[in-house]
């Protein structure tokens, strides 16, 4: 089973994932935060990515889809996986669907308003080790702003500030936004209301993913 997940920055999808991944035990791959792990060498194409990302812009496709050919082919994801952040563009899920053989996809396309976006993003904070993200009403609990898991500071992402963000979401309107229409002419597509809680939300994406996971034999057990 290949689950995508697709939904505007900010709509929760890095948070979805990771509980998906717990509970369903398909491994997690976040463009995001592999190209962030790119940005960080020091190499050129390290330094291009940066530059790329740091202005919320998309990272060149040729590059984006050699990296998740790497991780979906390897074996842990035999059973399936879940993409988080590809495919952005018409281009990018052409060739997804050129690399994925029979096995079924699965569409959640996480929604939420402009509104609710800027708020969530201009007041989140992540860790900088493990990636976890915290809300506001997280990290305000916290007097030492720190990650429960890591104890090191929490950081705000350079692409989450005002103008960046900006950019963000006339990237996510003029090229991600195109693959609602695409996926939603194929089977396995599903609106996911993403103003909810985290449960909320989760509880949407287990309904069907359980029932998705009855009808196909051979797929990941329950935990
Ligand atoms: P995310 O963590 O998914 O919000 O992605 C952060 C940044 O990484 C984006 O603003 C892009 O610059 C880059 N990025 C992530 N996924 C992709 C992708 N599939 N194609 C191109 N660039 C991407």
Redesign the pocket.
Known sequence: MKIILLGP??SG??TQGELIEERYGFPKY???????QVAKENTPLGKK?AE??K???????E??IQL?KEKISRKEGKQGYIL??????LN?AKKLEAMIETSKEIVFDIQLSEEDIIERLSDRLICPECKAVYSSKDWRKNEKKTCKKCHVKLIQ?E?DKPE?IRE?LK?YQGQTKPLIAYYKAKKNYYPIDGSGSIEQVFDKICLVLDRELMFSEGEAVLK
């Open positions: 920055p900010g999808k890095g976040s463009s995001g935060d592999i190209l962030r990515v790329v990302m202005k919320g812009e998309l990272v060149d496709d590059i984006v998740i988080d952040g590809f495919p952005r563009n990018q992402r692409d960046v963000r990237v």
